[in-house]
């Protein structure tokens, strides 16, 4: 089968919406299926059941479109310590994982950003179950360490620093495109 699963990851904040945004007019409809990880919702204080559980049904859906001739692509954060556990090589199609990386000061700028509003402030606090300012501070620490895992897992590594959208799903579809 040479149709497969593309998981877009990073942390909150690295542009995995707009990149989205961008990759759906630059991939071909008839041949990808271009998706958000979150798009059926995100409950209370996520979590790492729901979040397997979601990363299990997003391989189902990448199964039934790989049978349509398309591969399947996710924007959403994905661990690739974890996806191993979840992911079945011998009976899932083949799945590939490329982060968006940024530095943690453009985050915590682009994090504290996006959120001013006492309306995205309380999503925030809903969804992660932390204040923004716990949020922030996890995103910034958590993302050298994810870097490090997808350096050791030979991965693909997309930078996001002052890149515009546009460019940063270029640099995507191209090691989509490969």
């Not at 593309?6 to 990759?23: A, D, H």
């Not at 050791?152 to 495109?177: G, S």
Request: aromatic letters at 8%; proline letters at 6%; one cysteine or more.
């Amino acid at each position: 089968n040479r149709h497969k699963m593309y998981f877009i990851s990073g942390v909150s904040g690295v542009g995995k919406t707009s990149t989205l945004e961008q990759l759906k007019k630059i991939l071909p409809q008839s041949a990808f299926d271009v998706r958000d990880f979150d798009e059926r919702g995100v409950p209370d204080g996520g979590g790492p059941k729901w979040h397997d559980n979601e990363t299990r049904y997003w391989l189902d859906v990448a199964a039934v479109n790989a049978k349509n001739n398309k591969s399947t692509v996710i924007s959403g954060f994905t661990n690739p310590e974890q996806f191993k556990k979840i992911h079945n090589p011998d009976k899932d199609i083949p799945a590939q994982i490329i982060l968006l990386d940024i530095s943690p000061d453009i985050l915590k700028m682009r994090l504290y950003g996006r959120h001013t509003t006492p309306e995205s402030k309380q999503e925030i606090e809903r969804a992660a179950g932390v204040s923004l300012d716990e949020f922030v501070e996890q995103c910034a620490s958590f993302a050298p360490k994810l870097r490090m895992i997808f350096e050791q897992n030979n991965f693909p590594i997309v930078n996001t620093d002052n890149k515009k959208p546009e460019e940063v799903a270029k640099e995507v579809a191209d090691h989509i495109l490969l």
